[in-house]
């Protein structure tokens, strides 16, 4: 008997989990400050209800009505097509963006553990620049985080979709919500914080470009976490009397929201400081770090910051897990415990290149990138999009929307969106992630 999700709530927040990652985080608040503050939000919602929250009904329909990981529901839907190598793109992708997710996550696990030593209080901007540069550099240090990590991650998926996934999300999401609520009251509070946050938010239409329109597709398609089989992975494990359309609109506002949340305490901060608005790791471990470690109470603060980051980073990294856990169940019967410890070992040793990557050496390169970073684009921008856009098709025009309406009008009272739906999942969804394919090949 496969197994299944315990509860709605249980199911909703490790999928809110999954979608609520690293992104929300030094991504989010980025792009919305860079493409038109309130506008911008404007124009994310609209994607978001268009192409975001169809595109994970349809990707959650197929998960719940193959009850397989997507290499087996791809067959199950489609037997004796080429499909089920769609699903192997998606755990493939899975297996590449645990593999580098879990060193950046390593290196906030460290400066949790070093604010809480309190070696990261009260060190001026210049010096922590060094302190980040070290800390990547140290192949003992990067290497040793990362196994902490992916040993963590393990640990919660060893015990299964309830007594693993499920608890921990049910304690770490309103943990993680809570320690995200302590720092937006504490920023908030700084001398010029409102203004930041009143700037934010703004809406300053003339920043909407077609680049802006392009960041909030993208946007919208990572942080769901969409094209590489977590949704059908964990809509595999629901019961068929589950309110479908109904939980994907919940893991939605839940996503958003909490983007909105770290964007109210990220761009803040940075106002308060009169610092330049960037993205990426810099953002957490030279500026903000800067930032905590200079407020009154800085070291618990960067402490539970850095701490709501691993929180954020661990149920996304657990999904990603599950995929490739779940698809080694399915279809090799293995038993959970040796599948955990081979998709662990396996995700770890591939992590490894990226945790020597920052080195003074630029050690291990690919195409002259580091190999952290050219294998983020290589999953990020190719076979994420790639998996997405095939996925999409796949639902709107193989196995076809009726079906797909008929199985997420399953459990629901009724869904009366089923029309409109069909529409945005046949035309608005493969179009739009073939523009974020599109675009992320240019970036390259
Ligand atoms: N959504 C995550 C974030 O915002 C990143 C991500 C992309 C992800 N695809 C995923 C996480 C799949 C878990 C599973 O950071």
Same mark, same amino acid.
């Given at each position: 008997m496969r197994p299944t999700w315990g509860t709605r709530l249980g199911f909703v927040l490790a999928t809110a989990g999954a979608a609520v990652g690293l992104g929300n985080v030094w991504r989010f608040p980025t792009v919305v400050a860079h493409g038109g503050g309130g506008a911008f939000v404007a124009v994310f919602l609209i994607i978001v209800a268009a192409v975001g929250i169809p595109a994970l009904m349809g990707e959650l329909a197929i998960g719940r009505h193959a009850a397989r990981g997507p290499v087996g529901a791809f067959r199950r839907l489609a037997p004796g097509t080429r499909w089920p190598w769609v699903g192997g793109? #998606?755990?493939?992708?899975?297996?590449?963006?645990?593999?580098?997710?879990?060193?950046?996550?390593?290196?906030?696990l460290g400066y949790a553990f070093h604010f809480l030593t309190g070696r990261l209080a009260n060190v001026p901007q210049p010096e922590l620049e060094s302190t980040f540069v070290r800390l990547v550099a140290s $192949?003992?240090?990067?290497? /040793?985080?990362?196994?902490?990590?992916?040993?963590?991650?393990?640990? !919660?998926?060893?015990? #299964?979709?309830? /007594? #693993?996934? *499920?608890?921990?999300?049910?304690?770490?999401m309103p943990a993680m919500v809570l320690l995200l609520a302590?720092?937006?009251?504490? !920023?908030?509070?700084? *001398?010029?914080?409102?203004?930041?946050?009143?700037?934010?938010?703004? $809406?300053r239409w003339r920043d909407i470009t077609a680049g802006a329109a392009l960041a909030a597709l993208g946007q919208v398609f990572f942080s769901f976490s969409l094209g590489m089989g977590v949704l059908i992975t964990y809509g595999s494990y629901l019961q068929r009397d589950s309110d479908l359309p109904g939980a994907a609109v919940w893991v939605a506002a839940a996503d958003v929201g909490i983007a909105l949340l770290a964007g109210s305490v990220v761009i803040p901060a940075l106002f308060a400081f009169d610092l330049p608005i960037e993205g990426g790791p810099r953002l957490l471990f030279v500026v903000l770090t800067g930032v905590f470690g200079a407020m009154p109470l800085g070291r618990l603060l960067g402490f539970l910051f850095f701490l709501l980051l691993v929180i954020a980073a661990l149920t996304s990294a657990i999904a990603?897990? %599950?995929v490739g856990v779940t698809t080694l169940m399915d279809e090799w019967r293995w038993s959970r415990p040796r599948s955990v410890v081979a998709a662990a070992a396996f995700t770890f040793l591939l992590g490894v290149p990226s945790a020597l990557s920052q080195g003074p050496a630029g050690l291990v390169t690919v195409f002259g990138l580091p190999f952290l970073e050219a294998v983020d684009f290589f999953a990020s921008n190719l076979m994420l999009p790639v998996g997405g856009l095939?996925?999409?098709?796949?639902?709107?025009?193989?196995?076809?929307?009726?079906?797909?309406?008929? %199985?997420?009008?399953?459990?629901?009272?009724?869904?009366?969106?089923? /029309?409109?739906?069909?529409?945005?999942?046949?035309?608005?969804? $493969?179009?739009a992630v073939g523009i974020v394919l599109l675009g992320g090949l240019l970036a390259g």
């Open positions: 793109l #998606g755990v493939a992708a899975a297996v590449a963006i645990l593999s580098f997710y879990s060193v950046i996550a390593g290196w906030c $192949p003992a240090a990067s290497v /040793g985080w990362h196994s902490v990590f992916m040993g963590l991650t393990a640990l !919660v998926v060893f015990f #299964g979709i309830r /007594g #693993g996934i *499920e608890r921990a999300s049910k304690l770490l302590i720092v937006a009251v504490r !920023v908030l509070r700084l *001398e010029g914080a409102m203004e930041g946050l009143a700037w934010f938010l703004s $809406p990603l897990l %599950e095939l996925t999409a098709v796949f639902i709107g025009w193989t196995w076809g929307t009726g079906r797909a309406q008929a %199985e997420l009008a399953t459990g629901t009272r009724r869904f009366r969106a089923a /029309g409109v739906w069909g529409r945005a999942m046949r035309y608005l969804v $493969p179009v």
